[in-house]
């Protein structure tokens, strides 16, 4: 029996973005632009880094790939995770943080 991460009170809600919903939930925050061939494009890039190897990035990951056995490797990196956070005087925060394998 190992300790999920995820389960503490203290570590807040991590949730993988769909990669078809990425668009939408982040262009309220000016992170669409142009690619050079005039389509729209999400610019990631800008967002806060979150590693691979956090331990609430690996529960996760191994939670995902238990329920699907088909996914390939490196399939997380790049990805877009919400985390919602709790706090007595802000209320409900949400976060977006971009999956990375290093620095």
Sequence with gaps: MRFNVLNHEIVPLHELVPADEEMSELSPW??????????????????PK?????PAIQAMKEALEQAD???????????????????????????????VEGN
Excluded: C, F, K, Q
Aim: proline share 4%; charged share 30%; net charge positive.
């Design 50 to 54: 979150i590693l691979i190897t956090d």
């Design 30 to 47: 000016d992170l669409v632009g142009t690619d050079i061939d005039g389509s729209p494009r999400l610019r990631i890039e800008l967002l």
């Design 69 to 99: 056995d088909e996914l390939r490797a490196g399939w997380l990196n790049n990805r877009v995770i919400r985390v919602t956070r709790r706090s007595p005087s802000a209320g409900l925060h949400v976060a977006y943080r971009l999956v």
